[in-house]
């Protein structure tokens, strides 16, 4: 009888450990408007297999534009022009791209335009469009959109709402928000939630809305930047610990919001100190984060975009153009909230990327961030190598001290990996196809850990499994002391009978020998559990 031990993983620690020796690398993979004279990219969204841009215009040269590709790669963007009804010559910006799983999955659009009113758009699957709202929601001087859409499910789809806040640009009226059934193509189907006309006339704009920790936030602005939140979606009540631009003024307003860490971030546009990032962790006290623009000062005014990707924390940042402080644009990414590392150049090596915006967004492993170029069009750039995943896999899930185990390599977007057993270094590969080999020659547990590292980027990610293996004996009088067996007739010339009694659950096997040690066959062979 031959006993084999199974490998017996004890727990999975999947982390993220970054260092940074250098900027990363961004390449540009868009540029001079998609060819025509689009000013910026204002949203991006990765949705359907796709990263879409939507574009800002200037001047009434064209209506704003939607393109989408399936790589994100350098001319492989295209046109989706599949809207009804199509776009007016005065809708100028696509302000908002987002999307829900729900239901299958719904994009949505949302389109400024100062003279007739903004509208929203949705779509199944990012080709064909359809519009949802009446323009303005029947008031034309709801013109802008919040920068951001919320879905906030429901038991069922009739209780799932889409979000969106409304702006006046003409600041002429007064903000609002707004909702609709996720899935409700008609226009008319619209309930205005909170009208900041009964409120504070004064609040012209909502410019974020952002879900967290069961709740709605609005971030609005008069003078000064505010933030009402809901439980409900229909109760709205100002959120005191970030009022009045978190209590200093030259907070104008709130550019971007976003969740992390178990964590709720705002960031603010400040032309007096630089933006500023400010995060709460309880919903009702809030502390600055990292200094003024992360120490650039008024040098970088926004803090114009916050996401998450890669298990990182990535913030764009926005300079005045011809200001006498051409920082241009600059992004920052940490882990943990603990680390902060400036992951572009200013400008991304371009001068006149210094605009009044910039979006972030993550496809397929890279992140993208889309800006407005006043000389050429817009661009997009995107990180040259993306952020490396670290994994793998263990080959055989049976496993003795004495056998060979082989840790197959399952990490992405890296070139070097480190490989560790107990925090000594046993190999080195640079091919994700590379396994490696190792015995685990003592019983007992052990920590075996890759680092994955993408050499052009420095950045790395880490995994570790926790295993144990046991020592495997061999024979059956190495069995005899923890198991019965019992063989006769013996000697017999017909049949035998086996007999064994097993302490542990474990492969069994059977087999027949010549007299040479010589196996003739395999009489039985069974994975046995113990039944207590």
Same mark, same amino acid.
């Given at each position: ?13 999947? #982390? ?29 969204? !990765? ?56 239901? /299958? /999955? ?22 064909? @469009? ?44 007064? !903000? ?12 008319? #189907? ?35 930047? #505010?933030?009402?939140? $809901? ?54 006290? @809030? ?21 998450? &990707? ?40 371009? !001068? ?37 995943? &670290? ?19 399952? $990490? ?104 040479? /040690? ?15």
């Amino acid at each position: 009888m031959k006993k084999t031990i199974l490998l017996t993983i004890i727990s999975v620690i999947i #982390h993220i450990h970054v260092t940074f020796a250098q900027d990363d690398s961004w390449i540009q993979v868009e540029g001079n408007g998609f060819g025509s004279k689009n000013a910026g990219i204002f949203s991006m969204d !990765a949705y359907n297999g796709f990263i879409f841009a939507g574009t800002f215009v200037k001047g009434g040269l064209s209506s704003a534009q939607l393109w989408k590709s399936s790589t994100g790669d350098w001319g492989t963007y295209t046109q989706v022009n599949s809207f009804t009804p199509a776009f007016a010559a005065s809708d100028y910006n696509i302000t908002a791209l987002g999307h829900t799983a729900l239901g /299958g /999955g719904y994009m949505y659009l949302g389109l400024a335009n100062r003279i007739k009113g903004a509208e929203i758009y949705s779509s199944m699957d990012g080709n064909s @469009w359809t519009k949802i709202s009446k323009r303005g929601m029947g008031n034309h001087l709801n013109t802008g959109l919040s920068s951001d859409f919320v879905v906030v499910p429901g038991g069922t789809p009739s209780s799932s709402y889409l979000y969106v806040g409304l702006s006046d640009t003409t600041k002429t009226g007064a !903000a609002s928000i707004w909702r609709t059934l996720y899935n409700d193509a008609d226009s008319t #189907h619209w309930t205005k939630v909170l009208d900041f006309s009964n409120i504070n006339v004064a609040i012209k704009n909502v410019s974020w809305l952002t879900s967290w920790n069961n709740k709605l936030y609005a971030a609005v602005y008069d003078s000064v930047s #505010h933030i009402y939140e $809901s439980s409900d979606g229909v109760t709205w009540t100002k959120n005191t610990g970030s009022d009045n631009g978190f209590g200093i003024n030259s907070n104008k307003l709130i550019a971007s919001m976003c969740s992390y860490n178990g964590a709720l971030y705002a960031g603010t546009n400040n032309s007096i100190k630089g933006g500023q990032l400010w995060k709460t962790s309880n919903g009702s006290q @809030w502390s600055q984060v990292n200094g003024d623009a992360f120490g650039q000062g008024k040098g970088i005014y926004e803090l114009s975009s916050l996401i998450v &990707a890669n298990g990182f924390l990535w913030v764009a940042g926005i300079s005045p153009y011809n200001s006498g402080l051409n920082y241009g644009d600059m992004v920052w990414r940490c882990i943990q909230d603990s680390i902060w590392t400036q992951s572009s150049n200013t400008g991304f090596s371009y !001068a006149e990327n210094s605009t009044g915006y910039t979006c972030l967004s993550s496809f397929n492993g890279y992140v993208y961030i889309g800006v407005k170029d006043t000389v050429t069009g817009g661009e997009i750039m995107r990180t040259g190598a993306g952020v490396p995943q &670290a994994g793998f896999t263990v080959s055989d899930s049976v496993i003795c001290t004495t056998k060979a185990e082989n840790f197959t390599n399952t $990490s992405s977007l890296a070139d070097l990996f480190i490989w560790y057993k107990n925090g000594v270094q046993f190999a080195t590969t640079t091919s994700v196809t590379d396994g490696v080999p190792l015995i685990l020659s003592s019983a007992g547990r052990d920590t075996i850990m890759q680092i994955a590292i993408n050499s052009s980027t420095s950045m790395e990610d880490t995994a570790s499994f926790i295993v144990t293996a046991k020592v495997c004996p061999t024979g059956i009088a190495e069995i005899n002391p923890i198991n019965s067996l019992t063989v006769y007739p013996n000697p017999a010339n017909g049949q035998v009978i086996v007999k064994y009694t097993l302490l542990n659950s474990q492969s069994t096997q059977i087999a027949l020998f010549d007299i040479t /040690g010589k196996k003739m066959n395999t009489l039985y062979q069974a994975q046995e559990l113990i039944v207590d």
